[in-house]
């Protein structure tokens, strides 16, 4: 037999293996420049920075030249005297009634609009959801309109000039907000979470401190800041409704540096910083949770 004519020797048949799908591909977005949303943030950054810049300039500048020359000219010569004569100027008993307001503001609502809103959204039948609407009609009353009735009142309840004629109307002012806010957030926990704890035989208390209140986190975070900002910078109650020096905040005592002949601006302008650095130190803690809160009001 000829070497033609030998027989090929046949291929050898190797087992087929499943070898993985290859990954999709990542689809690389380019982002197209949006000239007009940059200009508008540099133009509000503008809006925000330049205020506070001058008033940290001007905080920092003595008194006969605080109206003299360019308010964004950084000071020739800055000094630390109009921070030390507001702390010596009954700064922290300000800061103390002020802080205790916010405390007590806080509590107020955070034990009334919790369970209001846990009410609201547990319960279905019409009457709750009316006095649901009811109660958010309390956002489109502003309070100058409500102030002489407010007046009134507190006179007859005795507590005219008491810290306590302070810390009530701006809780009442700030539950609206706060319930609406914490409606949307309970809105988002689970029916079925409900429904297991029903089924283990919880009680509505139990589901209010052991679900609600873990899963709206968010929320009630949200609810302190805005709280809290709401009596920090209140303005209207405190001047109304106090009149000694015994229950004055922070807001009622830049009026310590307003005289009859003259405004005394670069002191006003220390004391306005020293007490805007708490609330915003507490702000920048929480800032998250706050946007997250507020992102969800809308609810399902």
């Known amino acids: 037999m000829s070497h033609d004519t030998l027989p090929r020797p046949r291929p050898v048949k190797t087992e087929e293996r499943d070898t993985p799908p290859s990954p999709p591909r990542r689809r690389h977005w380019t982002k197209r420049a949006n000239p007009v949303a940059g200009l508008g943030a540099v133009v ?3 809006i925000v920075v330049v205020p506070i810049y001058a008033m940290l300039s001007a905080s920092l500048t003595s008194q006969d030249k605080a109206l003299t020359g360019n308010p964004l000219t950084p000071p020739t010569s800055p000094t630390l005297d109009n921070y030390s004569t507001v702390l010596n100027s009954g700064f922290g008993h300000l800061l103390a009634n002020t802080a205790i307001v916010a405390v007590a503001v806080v ?15 547990r319960t279905r039948d019409r009457w709750s959801g009316l006095a649901f609407r009811l109660f958010l009609l309390g956002v489109a009353i502003p309070a100058q309109a409500v102030v002489v009735p407010l007046y009134l009142l507190i006179a007859k309840l005795d507590l005219y000039d008491s810290l306590l004629a302070v810390i009530l109307p701006t809780a009442a002012f700030a539950m609206p907000v706060s319930v609406l806010v914490l409606v949307g957030t309970l809105r988002d ?20 401190f052991q679900l609600a209140v873990p899963m709206a986190k968010g929320g009630i975070s949200t609810v302190v800041i805005y709280a809290a900002l709401q009596a920090w910078n209140g303005f209207l109650f405190p001047l109304i409704f106090t009149q000694s020096d015994e229950p004055r905040v922070l807001t009622l005592g830049l009026f310590n540096y307003v005289s009859q002949f003259g405004v005394n601006i670069p002191a006003l302008l220390a004391s306005v910083v020293l007490s805007g650095v708490p609330i915003f130190a507490v702000y920048l803690v929480a800032r998250r949770a706050l946007v997250g809160g507020l992102m969800g009001v809308g609810g399902k």
């Not at 509590?107 to 959204?121: C, N, R, W």
């Open 189 to 208: 926990v689970s029916e079925e979470l409900y429904e297991a704890m029903a089924l283990d035989g919880a009680s509505p208390q139990r589901m209010l």
């Open 44 to 46: 509000w950054l503008v």
């Open 107 to 121: 509590a107020i609502v955070l034990g009334l609009s919790v369970p209001l809103a846990y009410v609201a959204v």
